[in-house]
């Protein structure tokens, strides 16, 4: 597609709940990065892909926490037994490169933002 | 670990005044350095990048910004504002030997007329 998509754009949940949330990269970009913003804050990572490929899942929070590529492709962030704590916008991100080479521009999606009540 | 210190997170100034957004990193390595704008309502967005070779960088809207390795340093600066530069600045920066981007907490630029 033409830019980083991500769906839902708002998801508004009750604390206990499973949530999922897309991204679906730009077209050939290799890599792509999940962050997470909290209000007035600095996007803080939490995993990232090369392909399928999951390269470093360091920056998330716990074991409630998880994403996918399967394809290399789309991805989902899933977020079992959801806390309020949870509440952030969730950023995707995309790049063309698969390591580093000094172009690792990252393409950002609209965000999804989370609510958990 | 790598960190990224914006020391400003709010910067109120005049409309035609000058600006500087502070930014620095710790890093032990080689990195490379970035600035995002996300206006209000929005995503982030590139402002500008060093990859390497000269320490001032262009990037858009008329925004520069310089590299000072001995000082780990990523100062952006415009020499006159505009009411459309209202926005989060985040500087960030990602090592050389790796893919991560780690952003700083950003800094809200505000635009007064």
């Known amino acids: 597609g033409a830019g980083v998509s991500q769906s839902p754009r708002y998801k508004v949940t009750k604390r206990g709940q499973d949530v999922a949330l897309r991204c679906d990269p730009i077209s050939g970009h290799v890599s792509l990065y999940w962050y997470r913003q909290a209000l007035g804050q600095g996007p803080e990572f939490l995993t990232y892909f090369n392909y399928e490929a999951q390269q470093d899942k360091s920056g998330l929070p716990n074991d409630r926490f998880s994403a996918e590529r399967p394809e290399g492709s789309i991805s989902t962030l899933t977020i079992q037994r959801t806390e309020q704590r949870d509440s952030a916008m969730y950023r995707c991100a995309s790049s063309l490169q698969s390591r580093s080479s000094g172009a690792n521009v990252l393409t950002f999606g609209a965000g999804s933002r989370l609510t958990v009540l | 670990a790598q960190s990224v210190t914006q020391l400003d997170s709010q910067v109120p100034v005049f409309e035609e005044a000058p600006v500087e957004l502070r930014c620095n990193y710790s890093?032990?390595?080689?990195?490379?350095l970035f600035w995002y704008v996300q206006y209000p309502n929005q995503g982030l967005q590139l402002l500008l990048k060093?990859?390497?070779?000269?320490?001032l960088v262009k990037g858009i809207n008329g925004f520069e910004a310089e590299f000072n390795k001995s000082q780990t340093s990523f100062h952006l600066r415009k020499p006159s504002v505009h009411i459309s530069d209202t926005a989060e600045y985040f500087c960030a920066v990602l090592k050389t030997s790796y893919d991560k981007v780690i952003f700083g907490p950003g800094t809200s630029l505000s635009v007064i007329p």
């Open positions: 060093y990859l390497s070779g000269s320490t």
């Open positions: 890093s032990s390595v080689s990195v490379y």
